[in-house]
């Protein structure tokens, strides 16, 4: 740990507070010799670094990577690896050091003088200080870049109307990952199906569905939305409240009298919301219902919606539960 701060020094100080030292003054460390080798081998580290920080942001950037999150914590892992091996490099072959055993005491002028003439004389071995100044803050400035990246994760900063913009809009037929058209009376009571909005981006985060088919004597939905469900069947966004995960699981009891009623899961961080309900939340983080769509049946019995959401769609970050959706 010791040579690792040295190097540091070295790297950093060295240049700024190096001063000409006289013929008669008498040398704290011992003189070294050029390692121009060892220079190679911290700059081939340090750019090795630097290409795996950038490569972390592209994997972070990239949705389309399978197992994103391994390569993106190997990519991580090796460039905090080799900046490590750099400074193991520069601490044991650039950096000349000398072990002295005294007091700890107050520090004197004369104490800092030899302070700055240790950090000079340490550095005797480096012959390209600059270049080797300048690839390891790429390395850092790269390292930090991919460290702050997964904040924009946290949610949106400058734009955040397109959380408040849906497909759905009164007529817009529900379809599912084929496109077919929902018929109503392929709905099955206790099955879970996504859908998606008729030649729409299915993208946008207002787009995905979940439906699901009670009995209507089951559903307990809110005040003024008795037409919403026909025929017993609900649609509620596919976008957890919590964290913007997708809701993937549907629990129904399998021996009514002992286990809990159905519901709708995110299984990322099991958030539980009560389909019967309006979307409650029986379980888990989330700080809201999910939002609900009404539905109509058509002429030809087809699904489509009757409206727009009852709340805003997507995760409660910082105001967007205070806005309602828009189409």
Known sequence: MTRWVIALLVLVLGRFRRRP????????????????????????????????????????????IPNQTQFLGLA??????????????????LVVTEELEEDYGTTHPEEE??????VAEGGDRFTRKRLLIVAGAG??????????????????VFDVSSLYRT???????????????????????????????????????GAPLVVVRFKPAELQLPEG????????????????THAGCAITLYRKPTFAPVEPKPALICPCHYSTFDATKGGEVLFGPAGRPLPQLPLAIDGSGELRAAGNFSGAVGPSWWGVRNHGPRS
């Open 76 to 93: 991580l892992g090796l460039a905090f690896a080799f900046v490590s091996a750099a400074c193991i490099v520069i601490g044991r072959r």
């Open 139 to 156: 390395a850092g400035t790269a390292i930090g870049a991919a460290l702050l990246a997964p904040v924009a994760s946290l949610g949106p």
């Open 21 to 64: 030292r006289l013929d008669s003054e008498a040398r704290i460390v011992p003189a070294g010799t050029p390692d121009r080798r060892a220079e190679n081998v911290v700059l081939l580290l340090f750019a090795c670094a630097t290409l795996c920080a950038a490569a972390s942001l592209f994997v972070y950037a990239w949705d389309a």
């Open 167 to 205: 497909p759905w809009r009164r007529g817009v037929r529900l379809v599912d990952e084929a496109g077919r058209v929902f018929l109503a009376d392929d709905v099955e009571e206790e099955t879970f199906y996504t859908a998606y909005p008729e030649h729409a981006d299915r993208e946008q985060m």
């Open 113 to 118: 003088e030899a302070l700055d003439q240790l």
């Open 225 to 240: 939305r008795a037409m919403w469900a026909p025929d017993g069947i609900v649609a509620y966004s596919k976008i957890c």
